[in-house]
């Protein structure tokens, strides 16, 4: 029975160490376009996972951040 029960007890207290270890981060590449406010055109949502419509939109410069 003793032997039986040190067993969980060495699962629990792995599982839980091993859950307590902190998850990698992900960097999220982002697009950043150099808007000037107030710019011409017009950006749309349809709603749900529509992408953004833009039409007529003014950039003056694209930046891909890491």
Known sequence: M???FFSVLVAVVA???VLSLP???H???TLDFGIVAPTTGTIS???GIAP???TGISVDN????D
């Open 27 to 29: 960097a999220i590449p």
């Open 62 to 65: 694209v930046v891909g951040l």
């Open 45 to 47: 949502f349809a709603g």
């Open 2 to 4: 003793k032997k039986w």
């Open 23 to 25: 998850a990698p981060g």
């Open 15 to 17: 599982t839980i160490g």
């Open 52 to 54: 953004l419509i833009g």
